[in-house]
T-cell receptor
Framework: DQQVKQNSPSLSVQEGRISILNCDYTNSMFDYFLWYKKYPAEGPTFLISISSIKDKNEDGRFTVFLNKSAKHLSLHIVPSPPGDSAVYFCAASAPGGTSYGKLTFGQGTILTVHP | DAEITQSPRHKITETGRQVTLACHQTWNHNNMFWYRQDLGHGLRLIHYSYGVQDTNKGEVSDGYSVSRSNTEDLPLTLESAASSQTSVYFC??????????????FGEGSRLTVL
Protein backbone atom coordinates (compact mmCIF):
# COMPACT_ATOMS: atom_id res chain seq x y z
CA ASP A 1 0.00 0.00 0.00
CA GLN A 2 1.75 3.12 -1.30
CA GLN A 3 0.97 5.89 1.18
CA VAL A 4 2.90 8.50 -0.80
CA LYS A 5 2.45 8.45 -4.56
CA GLN A 6 4.17 10.25 -7.38
CA ASN A 7 2.10 9.26 -10.36
CA SER A 8 4.36 10.76 -13.00
CA PRO A 9 7.49 8.61 -13.41
CA SER A 10 9.06 11.27 -15.60
CA LEU A 11 8.76 14.91 -16.61
CA SER A 12 10.50 16.74 -19.42
CA VAL A 13 10.75 20.55 -19.57
CA GLN A 14 12.68 23.10 -21.55
CA GLU A 15 15.43 25.12 -19.92
CA GLY A 16 14.16 28.29 -18.29
CA ARG A 17 10.58 27.07 -18.01
CA ILE A 18 8.75 26.09 -14.84
CA SER A 19 8.88 22.49 -13.61
CA ILE A 20 5.93 21.23 -11.58
CA LEU A 21 6.22 17.93 -9.76
CA ASN A 22 3.22 16.41 -8.03
CA CYS A 23 2.71 14.14 -5.07
CA ASP A 24 -0.36 12.60 -3.42
CA TYR A 25 -0.67 10.95 -0.03
CA THR A 26 -3.29 8.80 1.63
CA ASN A 27 -2.32 8.83 5.33
CA SER A 28 -4.12 11.71 7.06
CA MET A 29 -1.67 11.42 9.99
CA PHE A 30 1.16 12.85 7.89
CA ASP A 31 1.94 16.36 9.09
CA TYR A 32 5.30 17.16 7.55
CA PHE A 33 6.28 16.89 3.90
CA LEU A 34 9.65 17.08 2.21
CA TRP A 35 11.20 17.01 -1.23
CA TYR A 36 14.54 15.37 -1.94
CA LYS A 37 16.67 15.57 -5.05
CA LYS A 38 18.87 12.73 -6.21
CA TYR A 39 21.60 12.67 -8.85
CA PRO A 40 22.89 9.35 -10.25
CA ALA A 41 25.41 7.56 -8.01
CA GLU A 42 24.72 9.98 -5.15
CA GLY A 43 22.49 9.91 -2.10
CA PRO A 44 19.30 11.98 -1.93
CA THR A 45 19.72 15.53 -0.66
CA PHE A 46 17.12 17.60 1.13
CA LEU A 47 15.53 20.32 -0.96
CA ILE A 48 12.57 21.92 0.81
CA SER A 49 9.89 21.04 3.32
CA ILE A 50 6.48 22.17 4.51
CA SER A 51 4.52 21.70 7.69
CA SER A 52 0.83 20.83 7.54
CA ILE A 53 -0.01 24.13 9.24
CA LYS A 54 1.11 25.96 6.10
CA ASP A 55 -0.05 25.82 2.50
CA LYS A 56 3.04 27.29 0.87
CA ASN A 57 6.76 27.47 1.48
CA GLU A 58 9.37 29.18 -0.69
CA ASP A 59 13.13 28.84 -0.82
CA GLY A 60 14.78 30.58 -3.74
CA ARG A 61 13.74 28.91 -6.99
CA PHE A 62 11.75 26.25 -5.14
CA THR A 63 8.18 26.56 -3.87
CA VAL A 64 6.14 23.79 -2.33
CA PHE A 65 2.34 23.98 -2.17
CA LEU A 66 0.24 21.83 0.14
CA ASN A 67 -3.49 21.15 -0.30
CA LYS A 68 -4.50 19.19 2.79
CA SER A 69 -8.10 18.66 1.76
CA ALA A 70 -6.95 17.02 -1.46
CA LYS A 71 -3.97 15.33 0.21
CA HIS A 72 -1.80 16.74 -2.53
CA LEU A 73 1.44 18.66 -2.70
CA SER A 74 3.45 20.05 -5.55
CA LEU A 75 6.96 21.35 -6.07
CA HIS A 76 7.47 24.28 -8.42
CA ILE A 77 10.95 25.01 -9.76
CA VAL A 78 11.36 28.36 -11.53
CA PRO A 79 13.35 28.65 -13.70
CA SER A 80 14.74 25.21 -14.46
CA PRO A 81 18.35 24.96 -15.65
CA PRO A 82 19.71 21.68 -17.12
CA GLY A 83 21.52 21.11 -13.82
CA ASP A 84 18.15 20.45 -12.19
CA SER A 85 17.83 17.21 -14.14
CA ALA A 86 17.58 14.57 -11.41
CA VAL A 87 15.15 12.28 -9.62
CA TYR A 88 12.86 14.10 -7.20
CA PHE A 89 11.35 12.26 -4.27
CA CYS A 90 8.41 13.39 -2.22
CA ALA A 91 8.41 12.22 1.42
CA ALA A 92 6.14 12.52 4.43
CA SER A 93 6.33 11.98 8.18
CA ALA A 94 3.79 11.58 10.97
CA PRO A 95 4.08 13.11 14.44
CA GLY A 96 6.02 11.42 17.24
CA GLY A 97 5.63 8.04 18.84
CA THR A 98 6.43 5.05 16.67
CA SER A 99 6.54 7.26 13.58
CA TYR A 100 9.18 9.60 14.98
CA GLY A 101 11.94 10.39 12.52
CA LYS A 102 10.68 8.02 9.85
CA LEU A 103 10.02 9.23 6.34
CA THR A 104 7.73 7.53 3.83
CA PHE A 105 8.87 8.19 0.27
CA GLY A 106 7.11 8.29 -3.07
CA GLN A 107 8.38 6.40 -6.11
CA GLY A 108 10.24 9.41 -7.49
CA THR A 109 9.88 11.50 -10.67
CA ILE A 110 12.72 11.78 -13.16
CA LEU A 111 12.99 15.42 -14.23
CA THR A 112 14.83 16.11 -17.47
CA VAL A 113 15.54 19.73 -18.36
CA HIS A 114 16.45 20.19 -22.01
CA PRO A 115 18.76 23.02 -23.13
CA ASP B 1 33.26 18.38 7.75
CA ALA B 2 30.76 15.96 9.19
CA GLU B 3 29.68 13.22 6.82
CA ILE B 4 28.06 9.84 6.41
CA THR B 5 29.94 7.15 4.53
CA GLN B 6 28.91 3.76 3.23
CA SER B 7 31.04 0.80 2.23
CA PRO B 8 31.38 -1.01 -0.02
CA ARG B 9 29.95 1.20 -2.77
CA HIS B 10 29.52 -1.83 -5.04
CA LYS B 11 29.21 -5.49 -4.08
CA ILE B 12 28.45 -8.64 -6.05
CA THR B 13 27.65 -11.76 -4.08
CA GLU B 14 26.02 -15.14 -4.49
CA THR B 15 22.70 -16.38 -3.22
CA GLY B 16 22.94 -17.67 0.33
CA ARG B 17 26.03 -15.69 1.33
CA GLN B 18 26.08 -13.36 4.30
CA VAL B 19 26.71 -9.73 3.41
CA THR B 20 27.32 -6.72 5.65
CA LEU B 21 27.02 -3.14 4.45
CA ALA B 22 28.74 -0.58 6.63
CA CYS B 23 27.46 2.89 7.54
CA HIS B 24 29.47 5.43 9.52
CA GLN B 25 28.42 8.98 10.40
CA THR B 26 30.38 11.73 12.10
CA TRP B 27 27.48 14.08 12.89
CA ASN B 28 26.92 12.45 16.26
CA HIS B 29 23.29 11.91 15.26
CA ASN B 30 21.16 9.65 17.43
CA ASN B 31 18.86 8.50 14.61
CA MET B 32 20.11 6.22 11.85
CA PHE B 33 18.17 4.53 9.05
CA TRP B 34 18.63 2.04 6.26
CA TYR B 35 16.56 2.36 3.08
CA ARG B 36 16.57 0.44 -0.16
CA GLN B 37 15.79 2.00 -3.52
CA ASP B 38 14.05 0.00 -6.21
CA LEU B 39 12.48 1.10 -9.48
CA GLY B 40 8.79 1.77 -9.00
CA HIS B 41 9.03 1.68 -5.20
CA GLY B 42 11.12 4.70 -4.33
CA LEU B 43 12.91 4.43 -1.00
CA ARG B 44 11.63 1.89 1.51
CA LEU B 45 12.66 1.70 5.14
CA ILE B 46 14.45 -1.49 6.21
CA HIS B 47 15.61 -0.86 9.80
CA TYR B 48 16.25 2.12 12.01
CA SER B 49 17.79 3.04 15.33
CA TYR B 50 17.17 5.89 17.77
CA GLY B 51 20.36 5.33 19.73
CA VAL B 52 22.93 2.86 21.03
CA GLN B 53 21.47 -0.61 21.60
CA ASP B 54 18.17 0.44 20.01
CA THR B 55 17.01 -1.15 16.74
CA ASN B 56 13.60 -1.30 15.04
CA LYS B 57 12.08 -2.96 12.02
CA GLY B 58 10.90 -0.96 9.04
CA GLU B 59 8.43 -1.92 6.35
CA VAL B 60 10.77 -4.31 4.47
CA SER B 61 12.89 -5.83 7.25
CA ASP B 62 12.60 -9.56 6.39
CA GLY B 63 16.04 -11.04 5.67
CA TYR B 64 17.92 -8.06 7.17
CA SER B 65 19.35 -7.26 10.59
CA VAL B 66 21.16 -4.31 12.18
CA SER B 67 23.07 -3.66 15.37
CA ARG B 68 23.96 -0.36 17.09
CA SER B 69 26.93 -0.68 19.42
CA ASN B 70 28.00 2.96 19.19
CA THR B 71 26.59 6.27 17.97
CA GLU B 72 28.58 6.39 14.72
CA ASP B 73 27.84 3.02 13.10
CA LEU B 74 24.80 1.06 11.94
CA PRO B 75 25.88 -1.96 9.87
CA LEU B 76 23.22 -3.74 7.81
CA THR B 77 23.53 -7.53 7.51
CA LEU B 78 21.87 -9.80 5.00
CA GLU B 79 22.01 -13.18 6.72
CA SER B 80 21.45 -15.23 3.55
CA ALA B 81 21.40 -13.08 0.45
CA ALA B 82 18.56 -13.57 -2.05
CA SER B 83 18.19 -12.27 -5.60
CA SER B 84 15.24 -10.16 -4.41
CA GLN B 85 17.72 -8.21 -2.29
CA THR B 86 19.52 -6.89 -5.34
CA SER B 87 19.10 -3.16 -4.83
CA VAL B 88 20.73 0.13 -3.97
CA TYR B 89 20.98 0.63 -0.23
CA PHE B 90 21.11 4.03 1.45
CA CYS B 91 22.05 4.81 5.00
CA UNK B 92 20.79 8.05 6.56
CA UNK B 93 20.96 9.88 9.86
CA UNK B 94 19.16 12.70 11.62
CA UNK B 95 19.24 14.62 14.87
CA UNK B 96 17.40 12.94 17.71
CA UNK B 97 16.59 15.79 20.06
CA UNK B 98 14.08 18.57 19.90
CA UNK B 99 11.38 18.87 17.29
CA UNK B 100 11.98 16.75 14.26
CA UNK B 101 12.46 18.78 11.10
CA UNK B 102 12.33 15.77 8.85
CA UNK B 103 15.70 16.28 7.25
CA UNK B 104 17.68 13.10 6.76
CA UNK B 105 21.32 13.15 5.70
CA PHE B 106 22.03 10.33 3.26
CA GLY B 107 25.15 8.42 2.34
CA GLU B 108 26.10 7.88 -1.29
CA GLY B 109 24.60 4.41 -1.45
CA SER B 110 25.79 0.81 -1.79
CA ARG B 111 24.81 -1.08 -4.91
CA LEU B 112 24.35 -4.78 -4.12
CA THR B 113 23.91 -7.47 -6.76
CA VAL B 114 22.96 -10.99 -5.69
CA LEU B 115 23.56 -13.63 -8.36
Amino acid sequence: DQQVKQNSPSLSVQEGRISILNCDYTNSMFDYFLWYKKYPAEGPTFLISISSIKDKNEDGRFTVFLNKSAKHLSLHIVPSPPGDSAVYFCAASAPGGTSYGKLTFGQGTILTVHP
Amino acid sequence: DAEITQSPRHKITETGRQVTLACHQTWNHNNMFWYRQDLGHGLRLIHYSYGVQDTNKGEVSDGYSVSRSNTEDLPLTLESAASSQTSVYFCASSEGSGSFTGELFFGEGSRLTVL
